[in-house]
């Protein structure tokens, strides 16, 4: 049975570390994601899990420590926002080159220029090349399902990847909603216990970890990691498939709302999917023939199958809740505009960065985008692909 | 027991021959005795911070490491090292692996790694209390990348960052004291050791800080003879002529008590040690004698300070 709660993000994450609880956890603070490691010391503290809980002196101490844990044979996690993900980033892309699961959940948050706490993705898709899968969610439901199936996603023997769960900062991370939980021995069930092939610490078989690759052998490792994502697909869907029989509710790549005869769109990620969907109400009602992709799975990329999606729409905004600076859109618009290049017929796409540093998105936000990709999808002009919004006038 | 260099010679290798360490580096001698100083029933894993020795003793597809072994990067071999303490600890408690079995977990790194870069995260490890050792071969610079001075490099030094030429007398700075700083941590066990003799020294205080629980550190006056530039077979010269003029002084402090583990019949100029290697030769040049005697007075007042420490 499932237990109906009310909590935030953070401690739905919180919960569901709780539930699994891991070999090692390194922490370092940072807001938002900062309230993880406070309800798990808590935990500890109350003798509720009996993980080795480190408190180390930097995120790149953080995620370092845990390559050694995993490394070494252990269950090891952390948690970060903003600067903390961008002082780990050299250790992230040590993490998906040697193959380590480490499971991070990120509470997304601007990155500084101005210092900024609020939510945008500038974080987490600045991390978007390191090797990471990663999973986005827009509800706290969605965050605590995600990270009950992050550790399965990552240890699977055919992906040995590190994974990001990410949620909305404060949108999501504090938020209080009512959630589903599970019962904690349905949820150790269901996550398994980790048990590697070869590690630091089996005694009977030394291993060396890390090591100086040449031209001649460096491009096959990369090569294998770079299989290991796509293989990262199946294991995605199988353990969502898993998941359903066992708690009931249902995940893939992406949720397509309303999309069956849509012809104008808005692919989008996480929580501001809530509000699009209200507006995606209310122009049906009205006999607009609109839907919405809301993006789950960024890493690996579904590219195949969003362009499948998106291929009877006329015209389709991409909703890019960070700036890359590539003066030709955010990366939620490169990714996708890339996915539909070679389909017969692709719609017409647009990108609107919104959102930046917590800045609201509202439904009439979300009606405005949808007004303008009307009058696109009945011959009107293009206009400018690459826009900002929700940004005050000069 | 006491130490005797043939039963510690007779010891199987747990670093092999092979590597690609240059002809008369240091640092393979340091890893084969650090080695040495773990018992034999037990096993090691070694956390390796970048630099020569990584790039050299474990190049895909060999490994020179007859035990468990992992590079991460260039500033947290100490971080790396706290995590696989932390899974050693967590792995026990939960039965995965044998409580009568006893792994050792070491750190290495240069000065680079450890002075610089690594501090951050060698301080960190330390305050929380790691059972770790943390072993530091100090060959005085940037080696890996070409002699770069580092804040371990000594004053008047020429690294590549600091030459020596007509408005230069090399490094201008003093070199940091790390075993000082380490002391300060709280370590329950911090030596300062070099590569010479027997190995007696060496062996005695890698053995003592890796059978010590908590964090300790020995730090390596380790020659470099690409950086240091002197002949491939003088390093264990430069070593002793090194804790002769007490620029490197050899002691260990157990619990904040300070030990001298070796005193000079005789204490010898610093030139002894600086005319041995190219990287002091423009210290010897007419109109530059007063960074001789600068040397000089620095490492007497050092030594001075060391002696109140340990009376």
């Not at chain 2, 360490?21 to 040495?36: D, E, F, T, Y």
């Not at chain 2, 773990?38 to 597809?61: H, M, R």
């Amino acid at each position: 049975m499932s237990i109906r709660e009310r909590m935030s993000g953070n401690e739905a994450i919180a919960t569901a570390m709780r539930q699994i609880n891991p070999d090692v956890f390194a922490m370092f603070p940072i807001t938002p994601s900062t309230e993880i490691p406070q309800y798990f010391a808590q935990y500890v503290a109350d003798g509720k899990v009996d993980t080795e809980f480190i408190c180390v002196e930097s995120e790149h101490s953080s995620l370092s420590a845990c390559l050694g844990a995993e490394a070494a044979g252990a269950r090891a996690i952390t948690a970060t926002s903003s600067a903390g993900l961008s002082y780990m980033n050299e250790v992230l892309y040590v993490a998906g080159s040697l193959r380590l699961p480490v499971v991070l959940a990120v509470a997304c948050r601007a990155l500084t220029g101005p210092i900024n706490i609020n939510h945008d993705y500038s974080d987490s898709l600045a991390a978007r090349d390191s090797g990471f899968i990663q999973l986005y969610a827009e509800n706290n439901q969605e965050v605590y399902d995600n990270y009950l199936m992050a550790h399965r996603i990552a240890e699977h023997p055919s992906v040995r990847l590190p994974l990001m769960v990410c949620e909305d900062g404060f949108i999501t991370s504090h938020a209080i909603e009512n959630i589903e939980l599970e019962e904690d021995e349905k949820v150790k069930a269901f996550v398994g216990e980790y048990r590697p092939e070869h590690y630091l610490l089996k005694e009977e078989n030394p291993l060396a970890v890390g090591p100086y690759g040449v031209s001649g052998y460096y491009m096959e490792a990369r090569v294998a990691q770079a299989e290991a994502m796509k293989n990262a697909k199946s294991v995605i869907l199988e353990v969502a498939a898993d998941f359903e029989k066992t708690f009931g509710r249902s995940y893939g790549f992406f949720e397509s709302y309303r999309m069956e005869d849509a012809e104008i769109a808005m692919v989008i990620m996480g929580s501001s999917a809530g509000t699009a969907k209200a507006c995606v109400d209310q122009l049906r009602s009205e006999g607009v023939k609109a839907g919405l992709v809301k993006l789950r799975v960024f890493r690996p990329f579904p590219g195949e199958e969003l362009a499948a999606v998106l291929q009877n729409c006329k015209a389709v905004a991409i909703m890019d809740k960070s700036e890359g600076f590539s003066a030709m859109g955010g990366p939620l618009f490169a990714e996708t505009a890339g996915a539909c290049l070679n389909l017969e017929h692709h719609p017409r796409m647009i990108d609107i960065v919104y959102g930046l540093g917590g800045r609201d998105f509202t439904v009439e936000a979300a009606r405005s985008v949808y007004d303008r990709l009307a009058g696109i999808a009945a011959g009107g002009e293009l206009g400018p692909v690459y826009t900002h919004m929700g940004q005050r006038e000069r | 027991m006491a130490y005797n260099l043939k039963e510690e010679m007779n010891k199987e290798e747990r670093f092999h021959s092979g590597h690609r360490l240059c002809a008369g580096c240091g640092a393979g001698i340091v890893c084969r005795a650090m080695m040495r100083a773990v018992d034999p029933d037990d096993k090691a894993v070694i956390c390796n911070a970048t630099g020569c020795l990584e790039v050299s003793s474990f190049q895909y597809p060999y490994t020179a490491w007859e035990d468990s072994y992992i590079h991460t990067a260039f500033e947290n071999a100490s971080a790396t090292a706290s995590g696989v303490e932390a899974a050693y600890r967590a792995m026990q408690r939960r039965g995965r692996i044998p409580e009568d079995k006893h792994t050792k977990i070491l750190a290495i790194g240069g000065d680079g790694g450890t002075y610089d870069i690594g501090f951050q995260s060698l301080s960190g490890a330390f305050e929380r209390g790691h059972d770790f050792t943390y072993f530091c071969y100090d060959n005085n610079a940037y080696m890996n990348t070409g002699t770069q001075r580092s804040s371990a490099t000594p004053r008047f030094a020429s690294a590549t960052t600091t030459p020596s030429g007509s408005e230069s007398v090399g490094k201008k700075q003093v070199q940091k004291d790390l075993t000082q700083i380490m002391v300060a941590h709280g370590s329950p066990y911090v030596a300062q050791t070099t590569l010479f003799g027997t190995m007696k020294d060496f062996h005695e205080k890698a053995h003592r800080a890796i059978y010590t629980e908590g964090p300790t550190f020995v730090n390596v006056l380790t020659p470099c003879p690409r950086g240091w530039q002197y002949p491939a077979d003088e390093l264990i010269d430069i070593c002793k002529a090194a804790i002769d003029t007490c620029i490197w002084p050899l002691y260990e402090v157990v619990n904040g008590e300070y030990r001298l583990t070796y005193e000079p019949k005789k204490k010898l100029p610093v030139e002894e040690f600086m005319s041995k290697q190219g990287r002091f030769k423009h210290c010897f040049k007419p109109g530059n004698e007063w960074t001789i005697e600068a040397a000089q007075a620095y490492v007497d007042q050092k030594w001075e300070e060391l002696l109140n420490k340990c009376r």
